[in-house]
């Protein structure tokens, strides 16, 4: 009769290598996608949109993706209807067609939300077969 001796912790340095493969690639896929699905006016955002990986007590890994531009999460989320008022002046100044127009106040309308970042993730997800989960 054979017998068979495990070794635990190579077997644990094995699985946690493969998942640390499986979630890099992962990860940069998404990257990938939400670069393609990004909406584009300056390119800036677009750009900024970066992959960060971080390990909890050396026991659980974390990928992060996302943008430190300030108006991303208003670009993924949408916004709801709000005044926008001036901060250094009395008045805000813009060009409507063709006209310079001044106002103390304007009620923007709220954006539609263009949920590229999500939207890279559920894609990715379903592809590599992962269940995707909202906490």
């Given at each position: 009769?054979?017998?068979?001796?495990?070794d635990?912790?190579?077997?644990?340095?094995t699985?946690?290598?493969?998942?640390?493969?499986?979630?890099?690639a992962a990860?940069?896929?998404?990257?990938?996608?939400?670069?393609?699905?990004?909406?584009?006016?300056?390119?800036?955002?677009?750009?900024s949109?970066?992959?960060?990986?971080?390990?909890?007590?050396g026991?659980?890994m974390r990928?992060t993706?996302?943008?430190?531009?300030e108006?991303a999460?208003?670009v993924?989320?949408?916004?709801?209807?709000?005044?926008?008022?001036?901060?250094?002046?009395?008045?805000?100044?813009?060009?409507?067609?063709?006209?310079?127009?001044?106002?103390?106040?304007?009620?923007?309308?709220?954006?539609?939300?263009?949920?590229?970042l999500?939207?890279?993730?559920?894609?990715?997800?379903s592809?590599?077969?992962y269940?995707?989960?909202?906490?």
């Amino acid at each position: 009769m054979a017998r068979i001796r495990l070794d635990r912790a190579n077997l644990n340095r094995t699985f946690k290598a493969q998942g640390k493969r499986e979630g890099d690639a992962a990860a940069r896929q998404v990257v990938n996608r939400a670069k393609v699905l990004c909406p584009v006016d300056t390119g800036r955002l677009r750009a900024s949109i970066r992959l960060e990986r971080r390990s909890l007590l050396g026991l659980r890994m974390r990928w992060t993706v996302g943008s430190d531009v300030e108006y991303a999460a208003m670009v993924n989320d949408g916004t709801r209807p709000h005044k926008i008022r001036p901060k250094n002046a009395k008045a805000l100044r813009f060009v409507v067609g063709g006209r310079v127009v001044y106002a103390r106040v304007v009620n923007h309308p709220g954006t539609k939300a263009k949920p590229f970042l999500d939207r890279a993730l559920r894609e990715v997800s379903s592809q590599r077969g992962y269940d995707l989960r909202q906490t």
